[in-house]
């Protein structure tokens, strides 16, 4: 079992920057991907990126593709997710996950945060 709770979330302007924390309990944090997703009011849920086990490779949307940079450290069994270049179309409630695999699909994942607000002003 494993229990993530995401923070970091906020408002800030078009063209700002925020970082999300992931942090997960337990002692298998390392054994899982961590991936990253949002849903914006009326959407679906929205992959944004994975990284693997190791932290060696991410995998990114098209749309956050060298803008957003997602990093973890499992001696703190936590996960990252800096946002640059922040646009008003990256409004959503950002969500991470631990799944086995390093999935782009929201059910590959065994395990969700509560979400965190990002609000982007333009």
């Known amino acids: 079992q494993v229990q993530l709770v995401e923070s970091g979330g906020g408002l800030v302007q078009a063209g700002g920057s925020l970082r999300l924390s992931c942090a997960a309990s337990?002692?298998?944090?390392?054994?899982?991907?961590m991936g990253w997703f949002r849903q914006a009011p009326g959407k679906e849920r929205a992959f944004v990126g994975v990284?693997?086990?190791?932290?060696?490779?991410?995998s990114y949307a098209d749309s956050v593709k060298g803008r957003f940079t997602i990093s973890r450290d499992n001696a703190k069994n936590t996960v990252y997710l800096q946002m640059n270049s922040l646009r008003p179309e990256d409004t959503a409630v950002y969500y991470c996950?631990?799944?086995?695999?390093?999935?782009?699909?929201?059910?590959?994942?065994?395990?969700w945060g509560q979400g965190t607000q990002v609000t982007v002003s333009s």
């Open positions: 337990g002692r298998t944090f390392s054994s899982y991907a």
């Open positions: 990284i693997s086990r190791s932290g060696g490779s991410t």
């Open positions: 996950a631990a799944g086995r695999y390093e999935g782009l699909w929201r059910g590959e994942y065994d395990y």
